[in-house]
């Protein structure tokens, strides 16, 4: 079976520009976890949703971030307009539900703010 | 929800065992104490979870002491491929909670040949 897939892999992008980071979860997985990970903070929730409803984005930094989860299967981060401060390692996971402790973790989209 | 304290970095050698220590003194009588592991350009990933006394499974072992404000992940004969990123979490098992899993930075594992 496939586990959570994110694109791109690697972005490297001007301050300024927006930036949009891609995340499709595991099928049949109702609640997804955005997080970013520096080496100053570690790993760090930003949002998360069930069944594509956002229940927490208190841990989204600013205005600039925004996510969206238009359907079971997919869900994208925005930045907009990003910093240089941006620049991590964004994760996304996902569980089967609320009520089930595993997350499953993608393999993580390196962002650069140049 | 309670926060956890563990070493920022530990060493050893292939073929010994390995303790990982974590300290979680405000756990509150419905958490449970999960363990997750992050390879280099990987997410973490589930290893174990516990609620009191030891629990084992086929990567690692987990130690809990009876007022649970601590507890140790043991990793039997390590090798290189155990080097990594250890986290210790606390959270109540499910539930709206889960979203606010703390993961920190965890503890560094480097295993030398």
């Known amino acids: 079976d496939a586990g959570v897939i994110q694109s791109p892999r690697h972005e490297v992008t001007e301050m300024g520009q927006e930036v949009t980071l891609r995340c499709k979860p595991i099928?049949?997985?109702?609640?997804l976890f955005w997080y970013r990970q520096t080496m100053m903070r570690g790993l760090e929730l930003l949002i998360y949703f069930n069944n594509n409803v956002p229940i927490d984005d208190s841990g989204m930094p600013e205005d600039r971030f925004s996510a969206k989860m238009p359907n079971a299967s997919f869900s994208t981060l925005k930045i907009q307009p990003s910093e240089p401060r941006d620049s991590a390692v964004y994760f996304c996971a996902s569980t089967p539900s609320l009520s089930t402790d595993t997350q499953y973790f993608g393999p993580g989209t390196r962002l650069t703010v140049l | 929800l309670a926060k956890t304290t563990q070493p920022i970095s530990m060493d050893s050698y292939e073929g010994q065992e390995v303790n990982i220590t974590c300290s979680h003194n405000n756990i509150a009588t419905n958490d449970y104490i999960t363990w997750y592991q992050q390879f280099p350009s990987q997410g973490p990933r589930f290893i174990i979870q516990g609620y009191k006394t030891k629990v084992t499974n086929e990567v690692a072992s987990l130690f809990i002491p009876a007022d649970r404000k601590s507890s140790t992940l043991s990793l039997p004969r390590v090798s290189l491929s155990d080097t990594a990123v250890y986290y210790c979490?606390?959270?109540?098992?499910?539930?709206?909670?889960?979203?606010?899993?703390?993961f920190g930075r965890g503890t560094q594992l480097t295993v030398w040949p």
């Open positions: 099928s049949g997985h109702n609640s």
């Open positions: 979490l606390v959270a109540p098992k499910g539930g709206s909670t889960l979203g606010r899993l703390y």
